[in-house]
């Protein structure tokens, strides 16, 4: 008989193996520690590689960040570490906090009242972080 290992198990086990493998420290790999490791990219990369310099009159990086915070969370907000870094990386792009709670909130009449709060959540934790920053300042 075949082991019938659960494909996404074994996918996993495979991934952190090769992960060891190039790189002994990434054995406890999480993505709450790679959100600390690199936890925004600057303004202008973002732009570059998300915004105009894809379709010099095309979406803004903010624009594009913003459109993936709305996907994200319609979703059902599943991936946390990839919503705080999305805020992470539209406050940088020039998104208002207004602005980052409006995508949100619109996505509930798509996605449904917990998608959109669990979403939120995850966006407070950031925008938290935020004012802690500004205090130490």
Same mark, same amino acid.
Do not use: C
């Given at each position: 008989?075949?082991?019938?290992?659960?494909?996404?198990?074994?996918?996993?086990?495979?991934?952190?193996?090769?992960?060891?493998?190039?790189?002994?420290?990434?054995?406890?790999?999480?993505?709450?520690?790679?959100?600390?490791?690199?936890?925004?990219?600057?303004?202008?990369?973002?732009?570059?590689?998300?915004?105009?310099?894809?379709?010099?009159?095309?979406?803004?990086?903010?624009?594009?960040?913003?459109?993936?915070?709305?996907?994200?969370?319609?979703? /059902?907000?599943? &991936?946390? *570490?990839?919503?705080?870094?999305?805020? !992470?990386?539209? +406050?940088?792009?020039?998104?208002?906090? #207004?602005?980052?709670?409006?995508?949100?909130?619109?996505?509930?009449?798509?996605? /449904?009242?917990? &998608?959109? *709060?669990?979403?939120?959540?995850?966006? !407070?934790?950031? +925008?938290?972080?935020?004012?802690?920053? #500004?205090?130490?300042?």
């Amino acid at each position: 008989m075949t082991d019938m290992k659960n494909p996404f198990e074994a996918m996993m086990a495979q991934a952190q193996e090769m992960a060891k493998a190039f790189n002994p420290a990434l054995e406890s790999f999480s993505p709450k520690g790679f959100e600390q490791l690199w936890p925004t990219m600057p303004k202008e990369f973002m732009e570059m590689s998300f915004g105009r310099g894809l379709n010099k009159d095309g979406l803004d990086a903010k624009t594009r960040l913003l459109l993936t915070l709305a996907g994200l969370t319609m979703l /059902g907000a599943q &991936s946390d *570490t990839q919503i705080r870094m999305t805020v !992470r990386h539209a +406050l940088e792009a020039g998104a208002t906090k #207004d602005e980052i709670a409006e995508t949100i909130a619109q996505m509930s009449m798509f996605a /449904g009242i917990p &998608s959109m *709060t669990r979403a939120m959540e995850f966006a !407070r934790e950031v +925008l938290d972080e935020d004012k802690e920053g #500004d205090k130490d300042r």
